[in-house]
C-alpha cells in the first residue's frame, strides 16, 4: 500500500510568484485535504477536495485555489505570493465516511 | 467556534519517567478526535482516533483516552525514540471533515 506522497519537498520563491504543489493520495483513498503549518504552529486547513470539487474550505483568501484530478491526486496553487505564505504544506487523504486523514511528509515552501 | 488547547507546550521527561499531555476541545458536535506525532520538518503520523467519551486506545507505551472535554496521552516508560512534538485535533459532525489542530506539545526524553 502507498501512503500520501507530495512534491517538491521545498521550493524558495521570491514575492509576488506563483507556486504549484502536489500531492498524490494513499492508494484506495478518494478524499484529499490540504493544511498550512506555520513555523511552532498546528496545521491550518486550506481545503478539501472530494470527487473532483471543493468540499470545505478555511479561512484562506481565493489566491488559495486547488485541483482534484480523476485519480485522486490533487495540486495546490498559490497566485501572488506573500512572505507569510513560507510554511510547511501538508496533504492529507482519507475515504469518504471514514475520519482518519493520514498526512504526506509535506513540502517546506520559502518566500522571499 | 472549535477551540484545541494543549498543555503543556513543551515537556522534559528522563528515559523511564512516565507522564500525561492534555487535550482541551470545544466543538458544538465530536465526529471524532485525533492524536498525532510529528517530527521535526516532517508530516504528521496518525496515532488515534477517539470518537465518545470513555474510550481509550493503546498503542506500545502510549495510550489515550477521551472525556467530554478534554483528552489524555499517557505516556509509560518513555523512551528518547517517543522525543516528538504531539498534535491533538478535533473534527466536528458538520462540515467538511477538516481537522482543527491544536499547537501541539513538544516532548524531549532525555537518556
Known amino acids: 500500500e502507498t501512503g500520501v506522497t507530495q512534491s517538491p519537498t521545498h521550493l524558495i520563491k521570491t514575492r509576488g510568484q506563483q507556486v504549484t504543489l502536489r500531492c498524490s493520495s494513499q492508494?484506495?483513498?478518494?478524499?484529499v485535504s490540504w493544511y498550512q503549518q506555520a513555523l511552532g504552529q498546528g496545521p491550518q486547513f486550506i481545503f478539501q477536495?472530494?470527487?473532483?470539487?471543493?468540499?470545505g474550505r478555511g479561512n484562506f483568501p481565493p489566491r488559495f485555489s486547488g485541483l482534484q484530478f480523476p485519480n485522486y491526486s490533487s495540486e495546490l496553487n498559490v497566485n501572488a505570493l506573500e512572505l507569510d505564505d513560507s510554511a510547511l504544506y501538508l496533504c492529507?487523504?482519507?475515504?469518504?465516511?471514514?475520519?482518519?486523514?493520514?498526512f504526506g511528509p509535506g513540502t517546506r515552501l520559502l518566500v522571499l | 467556534e472549535d477551540q484545541v488547547t494543549q498543555s503543556p507546550e513543551a515537556l522534559r521527561l528522563q528515559e523511564g519517567e512516565s507522564s500525561s499531555l492534555n487535550c482541551s476541545y470545544t466543538?458544538?458536535?465530536?465526529?471524532?478526535l485525533f492524536w498525532y506525532r510529528q517530527d521535526p520538518g516532517k508530516g504528521p503520523e496518525f496515532l488515534f482516533t477517539?470518537?465518545?467519551a470513555g474510550e481509550e486506545k493503546e498503542k506500545e507505551r502510549l495510550k489515550a483516552t477521551l472525556t467530554k472535554k478534554e483528552s489524555f496521552l499517557h505516556i509509560t516508560a518513555p523512551k528518547p525514540e517517543d522525543s516528538a512534538t504531539y498534535l491533538c485535533?478535533?473534527?466536528?459532525?458538520?462540515?467538511?471533515?477538516?481537522?482543527?489542530f491544536g499547537t501541539g506539545t513538544r516532548l524531549t526524553v532525555i537518556p
Open positions: 492529507a487523504s482519507s475515504l469518504v465516511g471514514r475520519e482518519t486523514q493520514y
Open positions: 492508494s484506495g483513498h478518494n478524499t
Open positions: 477536495y472530494y470527487r473532483e470539487e471543493e468540499n
Open positions: 466543538v458544538s458536535g465530536l465526529r471524532g
Open positions: 477517539l470518537y465518545s
Open positions: 485535533a478535533v473534527q466536528e459532525t458538520a462540515g467538511a471533515n477538516n481537522l482543527f
